[in-house]
């Protein structure tokens, strides 16, 4: 079934409740905003000539005009690739290319570095405001019929960092996304049409993701006028809406919680705090429910099953009286409804309660695939499982604890860093012989990136360093901690031992 049915269903039953605000302003009801997606669908197809199945690029900050795109490429039959506009103009140019996005839109604060991006490909660059003139051709176009879409065919190209450190698109099909929206109201939260959700976090990943639930019973999408996250709009917003849910990484509610604004106000709009995308402490988590009561769900998944794997629900965080609850809250919760999970060993034979193996799953959310890459596809899908690269355990009540991230991936503010990429672009540097990057512990961020350098001659500076590393990815991947070494420890074969450097890491701060 197609995506965008969730939006007509809701324009009939529902079509006078706000679909769209930004701040508190009225953007359109649901009504008016099914009308506009099949106008703005007639002119993908019609205007731009994109036909079933192209690839359409959003690189946007958070805006209305998202939403309508995302469901006008649905109407049409077309695939949505959401992309982080904090990414370098390298990062852009390669998902892209790889792509094959025939048409890229993007606001014009972020123009002059799509369009740097865009340099050598044949791509029709999109340049999108609400009151102009191009925006204004699109929803006063003629509206098309939906396009009658099948299960497989693929709605949202979610890009995700690889261990090589080239980004991977994971092919969400329709009936993907669609289990994500069954498995959100059987294990996430309830969402009633009188809701809104806030779109503080990106709408290119996880936050865009949760517009469909919403979108499914009419609830409203509020789009703070900053375009993004900002400590005091939240909490202000807070107390201007009703029924708010809010996805946010750690480090967000983190903030949030730690802000003197926050413990003062009764946050009396606010429903649910879902929170993901990196690890969060016990002692944050204490914080959070001081301040905010009860109201966090935890949630596990991977773009390659978004939003889906498990889930620890309201009701656990709030059973304080359970002899694990401690134990619990620190672990990812329970496989989601229409999840298998299971922890193997390195023959993907399933291992005990208890031990600690690589996390894989199967179900109906997990992607059909990744884009033009039938090698990653086949391993991280073999024997019909996806698997994860995520080690961990289930205690025998089914309660997954994540240990570690079997390909060293570092989540820092919810952003997945891969340190080969950080490596790569730390070799650029003349002076660099060696590098090799790990992440540690960080209450503000979740994890910090850290590299160990060997110099050839004479040591660079951290400015030279930090220099070379914007030229080659986004900024938030650069390391936060340099340390120049005289070698690199490793085992036999050549293989550095990061384990070595992040025990080489504590006892240093143990000491400090």
Not at 21 to 46: F, K, M, N, P, S
Not at 428 to 451: F, K, N, T, Y
Not at 454 to 483: G, I, N, Q
């Amino acid at each position: 079934m197609n995506l965008a049915r969730l939006l007509q269903r809701s324009a009939n039953t529902f079509g006078e409740r706000p679909a769209l605000q930004v701040g508190t302003d009225l953007w359109c009801d649901y009504r008016a905003l099914h009308e506009r997606v099949t106008r703005i669908a007639g002119w993908l197809r019609r205007e731009l000539s994109l036909d079933r199945g192209d690839r359409v690029a959003l690189i946007l900050r958070n805006c209305p005009e998202y939403v309508e795109l995302l469901f006008a490429c649905w109407h049409a039959g077309l695939t949505a690739v959401p992309i982080n506009a904090k990414l370098h103009p390298r990062e852009i140019h390669y998902i892209l290319m790889q792509s094959g996005a025939r048409v890229c839109f993007t606001s014009p604060e972020l123009e002059s570095n799509v369009a740097e991006a865009a340099v050598g490909l044949q791509r029709l660059l999109e340049v999108i405001e609400s009151t102009g003139r191009r925006y204004q051709q699109a929803i006063r176009n003629e509206p098309v019929p939906m396009e009658d879409t099948a299960d497989d065919d693929v709605a949202w190209l979610f890009y995700t960092s690889g261990t090589t450190g080239q980004p991977k698109g994971a092919m969400l099909t329709h009936q993907n996304l669609l289990s994500m929206t069954r498995c959100y109201f059987a294990d996430v939260d309830h969402i009633a049409s009188s809701d809104c959700i806030l779109h503080a976090a990106p709408m290119s990943h996880g936050s865009g993701l949760y517009v469909i639930p919403h979108v499914s019973v009419g609830a409203a999408n509020v789009i703070p006028e900053s375009g993004g996250f900002d400590n005091a709009e939240t909490i202000e917003l807070f107390a201007q809406h009703h029924g708010i849910t809010l996805f946010a990484a750690p480090t967000m509610v983190r903030r949030l919680s730690q802000d003197p604004a926050a413990a003062h106000s009764d946050h009396v709009g606010l429903k649910t705090i879902v929170y993901g995308g990196g690890p969060m402490y016990l002692a944050d988590l204490d914080q959070a429910h001081k301040v905010f009561g009860h109201r966090l769900v935890q949630i596990y998944g991977q773009g390659e099953s978004p939003m889906t794997i498990t889930a620890l629900s309201n009701w656990h965080h709030r059973d304080t009286t359970h002899p694990r609850h401690r134990q619990r809250l620190a672990s990812a919760g329970t496989a989601q409804s229409e999840i298998q999970l299971c922890v193997t060993d390195s023959d993907d034979c399933p291992l005990s309660a208890g031990e600690v193996g690589e996390v894989v799953v199967k179900g109906k959310a997990v992607m059909r695939g990744y884009w033009r890459d039938p090698k990653n596809t086949a391993d991280t899908l073999r024997n019909g499982w996806l698997h994860t690269g995520d080690l961990g355990s289930l205690d025998e009540d089914g309660f997954l604890t994540l240990t570690d991230r079997a390909r060293d991936l570092i989540i820092s503010g919810g952003s997945n860093i891969y340190p080969r990429e950080v490596e790569e672009a730390l070799l650029q540097h003349p002076g660099i012989l060696e590098a090799s990057v790990v992440g540690m512990p960080d209450r503000e961020w979740g994890e910090r990136v850290v590299a160990f350098v060997v110099a050839r001659d004479h040591e660079p500076t951290v400015t030279e360093l930090d220099s070379v590393c914007l030229e080659h990815m986004a900024r938030f991947k650069r390391p936060r901690e340099y340390h120049f070494v005289e070698e690199l420890p490793k085992n036999n074969y050549g293989k550095v031992l990061k384990t070595e450097l992040r025990l080489q890491l504590k006892d240093h701060e143990n000491q400090s």
